[in-house]
């Protein structure tokens, strides 16, 4: 029994560190982000024309293939993303006339995609961009299950198969340019800056102009604040959005669950090893009282 | 065993060892029995699919889609797989931990068994790879995503993979007639089982926690916090209806190797495992009666998911957990039988239910498997099958291990 004792306080002991560790890992992620201010785009669909100059310049920018010409926003048609384009333009028709809206990746302050990698192929940079890196990733397709704005996109039809999505032009951002499609908007509805500033522009400009804006910031609180913010004149139900999209990060689904994982792999050996010896012990007696 | 006879052996160690490997690789039995008839057809166009798909593409085999990355090889493959898998866990928890010698006739089938499901159904996840050489990252790589529950998943199998492989190792050396190593490997046996079990508890749950940042994606009514605990709990009687299952096929296929004493203990285990599968029935159930009171889902009890969900919950948990207790009650082998297909069905629905059916439910365009995707499919399990019967005519695994290897 000494031992078994002796492995249950090993098992306290270690638990205590496991849960300790745990703790501390939620703190310095949150101090992260107030050492270093992420980049951020802010989209103004008041000032968005639809003229598909940013899916041209994003398609440069990556050498994808240039734009369908047939395929143009309307209202009442959804355009995507997919393994080929990474940014699209789609029109809706509202309760204040056609509204364009830009789709892309949203650069989520705690990505789930990212969260969701295992081999950190898809990892949020500290300048904001959330990247996909190539001789890392294996292709399991994790990250598009858990992205709530279906924004990672598979080559389905490749055998050495990339993910296609977004990546804020990081390349460019780190030589200190404007991603493509910011610099290429010729109405001037894309700004690029710290997120910071964006919100505050944001907020500005909804503040001079209380008649044109619907007053929220998509993005700054959805999905625990996103990279992208976005300006609408109408509620943003009416252009497609994704409003059932939960405020809270989403890794904090699965955190309580990896919490939970440390100290199970320290209790439980412990308490198996106890019931083993514990009946083993019992078993013997009984034989003995039988012979 | 005299010295002399010793060095003797030693001589002749290498020949000898390879004649016994040469001797023991072919196939033993009638090539024409229907299985084989049924199977070799379906590996072969099995294997020219897989080849395709590395050639080609993911999309050149599945339907696969941007909304619905993971179909059917994830989905039953590998979650219900596992799932299946889960009867290792529980009978070396009852024989090692509990003690319960009554089960110890079936450890060795079962350890197989579910080492023999891990290999091929979590090998089953590199087909669905897009970048399958880049598998050892998150092992070797300095690129731990350790933020990830598939990280945790994809570590698990590995080691479980190691330990069961330890667990049924001391049959292998019976086998091969090594004395020393069975002596070392039978020690390692407790050893491995405790570390089986607590990476069964947490992969199995992490399985299910692998879903849970498809909050909006999952139906309602499948969706919950709950999602792990209840992935660990029908893992419980999933595994446990294998056993049973799989128990009453090789009982007839094997019956030859199986000896008197065992054929009688045989009908006392599947009642004691019948009455395991009675309860954890039973706490599944509550569980997810918990879990639909606490997502508040009334409202979606009328609708077609909802009558879906209560085909599952009457149908495939309430009906087996009352067949499962009639029939312990009445000793009725027959209906522990079936009450095990049920459940296994209710298991299979269950696990589609969350990864296929209930994913996108509400998606233009919803997910169907192509028949390459269940062809392959059936390539794996039959591959394993004869792997199976390949290891069974040759190892000690139904039949008694040789006098040597006794316990005192």
């Not at chain 1, 209380?210 to 998509?218: F, L, T």
């Not at chain 1, 625990?224 to 939960?246: C, D, K, Q």
């Not at chain 2, 889609?65 to 009867?87: H, N, R």
């Not at chain 2, 086998?175 to 050893?191: C, E, H, V, Y």
């Amino acid at each position: 029994m000494s031992i078994n004792r002796r492995n249950f306080l090993k098992a306290l002991g270690l638990t205590g560190v496991a849960v300790g560790t745990g703790k501390k890992l939620s703190a310095s992620s949150v101090k992260k982000e107030n050492i270093k201010e992420f980049y951020a785009i802010l989209y103004d669909s008041t000032l968005c024309a639809g003229c598909q100059g940013c899916e041209w310049e994003c398609a440069l920018a990556h050498g994808l293939p240039d734009p369908d010409l047939e395929d143009i926003p309307e209202a009442g048609k959804i355009r995507k993303t997919n393994e080929n384009r990474r940014t699209v333009i789609n029109a809706f028709s509202t309760s204040k006339g056609e509204v364009y809206v830009k789709n892309s990746c949203k650069h989520c302050n705690q990505p789930a995609c990212s969260a969701a990698c295992l081999t950190q192929a898809m990892y949020k940079t500290e300048e904001g961009p959330v990247i996909w890196r190539d001789e890392k990733c294996m292709g399991c397709r994790y990250c598009m299950v858990s992205c709530p704005y279906d924004i990672p996109k598979f080559e389905y039809f490749s055998s050495n198969p990339n993910i296609q999505k977004c990546d804020m032009c990081f390349d460019r951002v780190k030589e200190g340019q404007l991603p493509a499609c910011v610099e290429g908007c010729p109405a001037g509805a894309l700004t690029f800056g710290t997120r910071k500033e964006m919100i505050a522009e944001a907020r500005k400009r909804i503040n001079d102009n209380p008649d044109m804006y619907y007053d929220h910031i998509y993005g700054e609180k959805e999905a625990g604040g996103t990279g992208v913010l976005y300006l609408s004149p109408v509620p943003f139900e009416e252009l497609g959005f994704n409003t059932e999209v939960m405020d809270k990060p989403y890794p904090e689904l699965t955190k309580g669950f990896l919490y939970s994982v440390p100290s199970i792999f320290v209790l439980w050996p412990a308490i198996l090893l106890g019931i083993h010896k514990a009946t083993n012990g019992k078993n013997k007696q009984l034989e003995e009282e039988n012979e | 065993m005299s010295n002399s006879d010793i060095v003797l052996n030693r001589e002749n160690d290498r020949s000898s060892v390879w004649n016994f490997l040469v001797r023991e690789f072919k196939p033993k039995g009638k090539l024409f029995t229907p299985f084989n008839i049924i199977s070799i057809p379906v590996i072969i166009i099995g294997i020219i699919l897989i080849v395709i798909r590395f050639a080609k593409g993911l999309g050149a085999v599945t339907n696969l889609t941007q909304e619905t990355p993971w179909g059917l090889w994830i989905g039953f493959d590998v979650v219900t797989g596992v799932a299946f898998a889960g009867g290792a866990y529980v009978i070396t928890f009852m024989v090692y931990i509990l003690n319960l010698k009554k089960y110890h006739t079936i450890v060795r089938v079962t350890v197989l068994n579910g080492f023999l499901a891990y290999v091929f159904y979590a090998g089953a996840l590199l087909l669905d790879l897009g970048k399958p050489w880049n598998v050892i990252n998150p092992i070797i790589g300095n690129s731990f995503g350790v933020s990830s529950v598939l990280f945790l998943v994809a570590w698990h199998f590995l080691l479980y993979m190691i330990a069961e492989l330890i667990e049924f190792s001391p049959a292998i050396a019976e086998w091969l007639g090594a004395r020393k190593a069975r002596k070392i490997l039978s020690g390692m046996t407790l050893g491995a089982v405790i570390l089986g079990i607590t990476l069964s508890t947490l992969h199995q749950s992490g399985l299910g926690a692998l879903y849970l940042m498809a909050k909006e994606k999952i139906h309602p009514l499948w969706y919950s916090e709950f999602i792990p605990i209840l992935f660990f709990v029908s893992s419980i009687f999933a595994g446990l209806s294998m056993v049973i299952f799989e128990g009453s096929i090789s009982f007839k296929v094997f019956s030859d190797q199986i000896s008197e004493k065992n054929h009688k203990s045989h009908h006392d285990i599947i009642h004691g495992l019948a009455k395991i599968c009675t309860i954890t029935l039973f706490v599944y159930f509550f569980l997810q009666v918990l879990a639909f009171v606490h997502g508040k889902n009334y409202e979606y009890l009328n609708t077609r998911m909802g009558h879906w969900y209560l085909v599952e919950m009457i149908g495939f948990v309430l009906l087996p957990m009352t067949l499962f207790f009639y029939s312990y009650r009445k000793r009725n082998l027959l209906l522990i039988k079936i009450a095990a297909i049920v459940t296994m069905v209710g298991i299979i629905i269950n696990r589609l239910n969350v990864t296929v059916i209930g994913y996108n439910w509400d998606s233009v365009q919803h997910y169907y498997p192509t028949w390459k995707e269940i062809v392959v499919t059936l390539t794996i399990i039959f591959i394993e099958i004869w792997i199976f019967r390949w290891i069974i005519n040759r190892m000690p695994v139904l039949r008694d291990a040789p006098s040597w290897a006794k316990d005192k």
